[in-house]
């Protein structure tokens, strides 16, 4: 089976930095997703990571340790739009079809 | 340019109801996926297809049943509703050749069953 965990909540400034943890346990490991998801709407896709270390995209970066089974998100110059929920998921082996964390809310303070 | 469409986007039924939730895609994505999202909660994926078709069961997949017969559409059945079923339902494609898996949301169904 796989399960994820992230934290329920951060809250943040705006301008600040953010970092949302997630750890994992699967039987089978493709690569760490992470998705965003405003109240009422859909998810996003925000990055993904197959292979060790740093991928950057815009404010937003992501990181994946796949021999502590650990990855983040984190979001630079935080913006008040960023307030949403973040979903880390995982790809196991054989399929496409994703696991996901129950998520993240960040809450974005003025 | 449409994308990834869903009907209805909101339904009320009764417990032991049919009901069916569409999902229609204009990219010719070849795998879809139906996920269910409870409050406070992350998606559950209840089937996905990989093909026209080929269809697979996910984490939750009882009490429901998927057709696939065209690549575009992938329509999702509660046989006989439960109140358990009251969720936002959300379909999902993605691209076989895209590395990074993926996945387009459409705008989700939300269900109650009274």
């Known amino acids: 089976g796989q399960s994820l965990e992230q934290p329920s909540e951060v809250t943040a400034v705006e301008g600040a930095i953010v970092q949302i943890n997630c750890t994992y346990q699967t039987s089978g490991f493709y690569g760490l997703s992470w998705y965003q998801q405003h109240d009422g709407g859909a998810p996003t896709f925000l990055s993904y990571?197959?292979?060790?270390g740093l991928e950057e995209t815009g404010r937003f970066s992501s990181f994946l340790s796949r021999s502590d089974s650990y990855g983040y998100l984190l979001l630079q110059e935080l913006q008040m739009k960023d307030s949403a929920s973040y979903f880390c998921a995982v790809t196991g082996t054989g399929r496409r079809a994703l696991t996901f964390g129950s998520g993240t809310r960040l809450q974005v303070q003025p | 340019d449409a994308g990834i469409t869903q009907s209805p986007r909101y339904k009320i039924t009764e417990t032991g109801r049919q009901v069916t939730l569409m999902c229609h895609q204009t990219w010719s994505h070849s795998y879809m996926f139906w996920y269910r999202q409870d409050l406070g909660h992350g998606l559950r994926l209840i089937y996905y297809?990989?093909?026209?078709?080929?269809?697979d069961k996910g984490e939750v997949p009882d009490g429901y049943v998927v057709s696939r017969s065209k690549t575009e559409n992938f329509p999702l059945t509660l046989e006989s509703a439960t109140r358990s079923q009251t969720s936002v339902y959300f379909c999902?494609?993605?691209?076989?050749?895209?590395?990074?898996?993926?996945?387009?949301f459409g705008p989700g169904t939300r269900l109650t069953v009274t």
């Open positions: 990571n197959a292979l060790d």
């Open positions: 297809s990989a093909a026209a078709d080929i269809t």
């Open positions: 999902a494609s993605s691209d076989s050749d895209r590395a990074s898996y993926e996945q387009y």
